[in-house]
């Protein structure tokens, strides 16, 4: 390995750490919930509760960091987030969890601002893209061992909420013991969301029914599981065949999407996406291990749409603006996420989880047509001036700082993309 990319090593191992942690925490917090007894629409508000969070650290993580410094940050973010999930085996209510999932939404924005800022500023131009792709093989497999800890112990214990706890606070380690200087503190952080909707409407709408879709199969894909009379250890496996189907397909959606319309290739994508959550909803009911294949396809066709949106927005917006594009973006998916979530839990409530994946299904047909209908407004972009797609972790959120990771923001407008978080 090269040595500039060496030198990020411990860095990359606290990602690995926060990602296995926060891809546990959120089955588990759907798995606890079923055991306790909470309804669907109550576990669904567990999910918004995180991702309202979410879009609350976007805003006040980087104003800490400027404020104490990255390291003071970073372990203030840590010891928070670990105690607000060990506080969940302590405090089992509705409300206490929906005040701890928002707590833990802050914070894991404030953990990544901290080491992908981090990241980005020690990469250079010429190793950000092996950068950035390490960052998301990390980020995959870390997601996927996240759930493999499930089955350690019994979620109705507080056994693995101390786990979780365990390793926030361990990815705290590598970053203290890093001997690679801290970056400059992030500038304050203006966002035109009206504006970059304009840009792409068909962009914006894409992140936003993709964060509902994902976060719903977080949310209430463990408890359709359990709901059907499978274990535990069917939930961690589950979870994780979906991961693995959206790590198998986004590189093949994406480089297709690179050689046409790339408007196609989001309906096509969502067309299917529609057949998966349906299989999901009904399959499991014909058969039992129909819910695998359904997971695998689900993931399949789900988790590459954040990175079409991403390409298809770029595809229109001009160099200096790809930042801030992207960064919107996050912030479009978080809150499809937290509007869409309840919708479906609540649904979910009154006829049962497989409900859920129906209203899946119905949010990204809309999307097909509503790109159909785009089509009809604006022609595409000429192939030899659009960005190319870059596939994402399709997992789990990440920071407004990653997209610097991102080589378009280089390749774009010649380093004018770094500093559009910035004016």
Same mark, same amino acid.
């Not at 191992?13 to 089955?27: A, E, K, P, R």
């Not at 669907?40 to 980087?62: E, K, N, V």
């Not at 969890?97 to 250079?124: D, N």
């Given at each position: 390995?090269?040595?500039?990319?060496? =030198?990020?090593?411990?860095?990359?191992?606290?990602?690995?750490?926060?990602?296995?942690?926060?891809?546990?925490?959120?089955?588990?917090?759907?798995?606890?919930?079923?055991?306790?007894?909470?309804?669907?629409?109550?576990?669904?508000?567990?999910?918004?509760?995180?991702?309202?969070?979410?879009?609350?650290?976007?805003?006040?993580?980087?104003?800490?960091?400027?404020?104490?410094?990255?390291?003071?940050?970073?372990?203030?973010?840590?010891?928070?987030?670990?105690?607000?999930?060990?506080?969940?085996?302590?405090?089992?209510?509705?409300?206490?969890?929906?005040?701890?999932?928002?707590?833990?939404?802050?914070?894991?924005?404030?953990?990544?601002?901290?080491?992908?800022?981090?990241?980005?500023?020690?990469?250079?131009?010429?190793?950000?893209?092996?950068?950035?792709?390490?960052?998301?093989?990390?980020?995959?497999?870390?997601?996927?061992?996240?759930?493999?800890?499930?089955?350690l112990s019994d979620p109705s214990t507080f056994v693995l909420?101390?786990?979780?706890?365990?390793?926030?606070?361990?990815?705290?380690?590598?970053?203290?013991? =890093?001997?690679?200087?801290?970056?400059?503190?992030?500038?304050?952080?203006?966002?035109?969301?009206?504006?970059?909707?304009?840009? =792409?409407?068909?962009?914006?709408?894409?992140?936003?029914?993709?964060?509902?879709a994902l976060a719903t199969f977080w949310a209430l894909g463990p408890l359709y599981v359990q709901s059907i009379g499978r274990s535990v250890d069917d939930v961690a496996l589950f979870v994780t065949i979906a991961i693995i189907g959206g790590a198998a397909t986004q590189y093949p959606i994406g480089k297709l999407s690179d050689m046409i319309d790339r408007r196609y290739a989001i309906i096509g994508v969502c067309l299917a996406a529609t057949c998966a959550a349906l299989t999901l909803a009904y399959g499991g009911y014909v058969q039992a291990t129909w819910i695998f294949y359904g997971a695998a396809f689900f993931g399949a066709t789900v988790m590459p749409l954040y990175g079409l949106a991403v390409a298809h927005a770029n595809d229109f917006a001009s160099g200096d603006e790809f930042v801030e594009m992207s960064g919107g973006l996050i912030l479009a998916n978080a809150l499809g996420a937290a509007v869409g979530v309840p919708i479906a839990a609540g649904i979910a409530t009154v006829y049962g989880e497989w409900a859920a994946f129906t209203v899946v299904a119905c949010g990204v047909l809309c999307l097909a047509l509503f790109g159909l209908y785009r089509m009809t407004k604006r022609a595409t972009v000429a192939f030899d001036v659009r960005p190319q797609f870059v596939g994402s972790a399709g997992v789990m959120p990440e920071s407004k700082i990653a997209t610097k990771l991102d080589p378009r923001s280089q390749k774009m407008g010649n380093g004018a993309a770094a500093q559009a978080w910035e004016r």
């Open positions: 390995m090269p040595a500039g990319i060496a =030198s990020l090593g411990p860095l990359l191992i606290s990602v690995g750490i926060l990602l296995m942690g926060n891809g546990l925490q959120n089955t588990l917090i759907s798995v606890r919930g079923n055991i306790e007894g909470f309804s669907p629409q109550t576990i669904g508000f567990f999910t918004t509760f995180y991702f309202i969070g979410f879009m609350i650290g976007c805003f006040i993580a980087p104003v800490i960091v400027r404020r104490v410094g990255h390291i003071r940050a970073f372990a203030v973010f840590a010891a928070i987030a670990a105690t607000a999930i060990a506080c969940h085996a302590i405090f089992v209510s509705p409300v206490a969890w929906f005040i701890l999932r928002t707590l833990a939404g802050i914070c894991f924005v404030g953990l990544f601002t901290v080491i992908e800022s981090w990241i980005s500023e020690k990469s250079t131009n010429e190793n950000r893209g092996q950068v950035f792709s390490i960052y998301r093989i990390i980020s995959l497999l870390a997601v996927t061992g996240g759930q493999a800890l499930l089955v909420f101390i786990v979780i706890a365990m390793l926030i606070t361990l990815a705290l380690v590598p970053v203290a013991l =890093s001997t690679s200087g801290m970056p400059r503190a992030p500038k304050k952080v203006h966002i035109r969301i009206a504006r970059l909707y304009r840009i =792409s409407p068909l962009g914006m709408i894409t992140a936003m029914v993709g964060g509902m």
